[in-house]
């Protein structure tokens, strides 16, 4: 996916790009291509981006290392602000501002560029799970180290005989 000049998103026919997807991104490991749409909305002093895409991508499980297939889902939608100047990191050391859930949090330059790419590979990276479980009845390794037998040591055999004479009869 190339990225998108965001005055051409103004341009263009009622300020709104649709971008179908059906490809695989270079930085996510995916056993299907992602799929779905992207709609950049151009709103005079933001952007509005939205997309709907699934793929499927291969985990390990955190419990047995076993390999899974998980499906990825994202239906996302995000305002990114538009800024005639480069934002600064911060213009005042220890300036204190205020961001509510609804503000932009994304700043681009309003004459710069847009990548749906990466953009994309963001949502679907938020959307992998933080536990990563090939079943929720997953015994893990544990069940399969308790069917293992220990060898015993040798130098212990001496001490083993004398404990079971003491238990005894």
Known sequence: MDKIYIPDIENAPQQTIVLDVE??????????????QITLVHQR??????????????LNCDRCLQQYNHRLVVDASEM?????KVPEASAEPGLEIEVTLDDPVETLLSRGHFSPEDWLYQQLSLQLPHRQLCDQNCEGLLKEAENIEQPVDRRWAALESLKEQMQGP
Request: charged residues 10%; hydrophobic residues 40%; proline residues 3%.
């Open 45 to 58: 002093n933001y952007l509005q981006v939205s997309s709907q895409a699934k793929t499927i991508v291969t």
């Open 80 to 84: 990114i602000w538009l800024s005639t």
């Open 23 to 36: 490809e695989f991104l270079p930085e996510l490991t995916s056993l299907t291509s992602v799929q779905g």
